[in-house]
């Protein structure tokens, strides 16, 4: 099969790997369409110490299953979204559909060849059925909407609130539209001048670029001095979260989705003092992924205005786009 391979930092190729061979439980998917992560782009920077190449990246992808193989309950055709944590099924988390915090999880393109490629074989259990109403570009926005479904669940309720995203990659403008579809107000902060223009005509209340306004002046001067009830940093550096505390309100919450520093050292005299929850998110719950595919289905986003579509021979030129820091790419999807 043809695939999209991370041969080396700053570096894809595309190559000839063989075919999966699907192990019992398993059913041959093929890729139809793949969304590229921020931590996917970390990746492809050398960034990241897990994926280690030769490693085809990408958690984001849906397709048709190939091949039944043992699971004959799993119609050959069926368009599937593939829920890329393979976890262990059996443990505290796993059983309450927690699989996200398995001590064993693995995840596609992380641990394993990921969905730039033509094939993947996929446990049926890690299989959601795609309605005929859906486009396989939309499916492959279920992953990371279902990211941003489970953030805005940790910031507590959200109706009639306030809001801070800092950070406008693909996950923080999901996190806005998944919080102003909560019935937030909701403020972006971002140095991307094309995507906060683009984030102001998707319904942000507030947009700032933190290249030319200070971010904390603009968020306590838009909330008369108060702060915000919540904000999600989907940056993770050591200034976007002493930045994100001090924009929050008190009694407010932080939830922390971005890595993009390893150690992040913060002043947590706030955290005590003016009582602000500090959370972490991580991925997703099942129930998250199955709320994300009925938003998708109901077409409460506009999700395919959020993406620009790409082969995967034009892999190196897609990611070299994103890691310029200046893109006008909101999110990549690659159609195989």
Known sequence: MKALVYTAPRHLEMLDLPEPKPKAGEVLVKIRAVGVCGSDLHGFLGRSKKRVPPLVLGHEFCGEVATSG???????????????IVSCGSCEYCVTQRDNLCATRQVYGLDFHGGL???????TRCLFPIPASMSFVEGSLVEPL???????????????????????GPIGILCALV???????????????HRLTKTKEL???????????????SILEWTNGRGVD??????GTAQCRENSIACTATGGAVICIGLEDEFCAVNTRPIVTREVDLKG????????????LSMLERKLLPAESLVTKAALPQGQCIFDDLASGHSSILKAVFEV
Do not use: M
Request: hydrophobic share 45%; proline share 5%.
């Open 117 to 123: 490629a033509e094939f993947a074989s996929v446990p």
């Open 230 to 235: 919540f904000t999600v940093d989907a940056v």
């Open 70 to 84: 043992r699971a004959e309950d799993i119609a050959l055709g069926a368009a599937v979204a593939v829920y890329p």
């Open 281 to 292: 998110a991580y991925a997703y719950t099942r129930p998250d992924f199955a709320e994300a």
């Open 179 to 193: 919080a102003k579809q909560s019935g937030a107000r909701i403020a972006i902060v971002d140095r991307n001048a």
């Open 146 to 168: 279902a990211n941003a479904i489970h953030v805005v669940g940790r910031c507590g309720p959200v109706h009639g609130r306030t809001g801070l995203i800092y950070g406008a």
């Open 203 to 217: 319904g942000a209340d507030l947009t700032v670029d933190a290249s030319a306004r200070d971010p904390v002046t």
